[in-house]
């Protein structure tokens, strides 16, 4: 197992940029998927990205253009970039680690979350 920690999270203006970290703990970090979520109050919570163990990375349509997930596998940390940001964008955004065999990634840990806001 690996436990997660984010951070970064806060208030930022609209058009604005904002990096997530999280911290990983566990010898294996390198062999997991990695994801960032995020959800609103009332509603699912939804993948925005994720990085596989070999690099590979996937955006849902939302984030394509704007978001960049990436991982330090030296550091077990991965990041979440986030450019343009929208006040729809506003959410608790939460770290994941799970598996990826080329369907679908199947998240297995969560951090915490850290909540971002978008608004003026």
């Known amino acids: 197992q690996v436990q997660l920690v984010e951070s970064g999270g806060g208030l930022v203006q609209p058009g604005g940029s904002l990096r997530l970290s999280c911290s990983a703990s566990?010898?294996?970090?390198?062999?997991?998927?990695l994801g960032w979520h995020r959800q609103v109050p009332g509603k699912q919570r939804e993948l925005v990205a994720f990085?596989?163990?070999?690099?590979?990375?996937k955006y849902l349509d939302f984030a394509k253009g704007r978001f960049t997930i990436s991982r330090d596998n030296t550091k077990k940390m991965v990041y979440l970039q986030m450019n343009s940001l929208k006040p729809e964008d506003t959410a608790v955004y939460y770290c994941?680690?799970?598996?990826?065999?080329?369907?679908?990634?199947?998240?297995?840990?969560w951090g915490q979350g850290t909540q971002v806001t978008v608004s003026s």
């Open positions: 566990g010898i294996f970090f390198g062999i997991y998927s």
């Open positions: 990085i596989t163990s070999t690099g590979s990375t």
């Open positions: 994941s680690a799970g598996g990826y065999q080329g369907v679908a990634y199947r998240p297995d840990n």
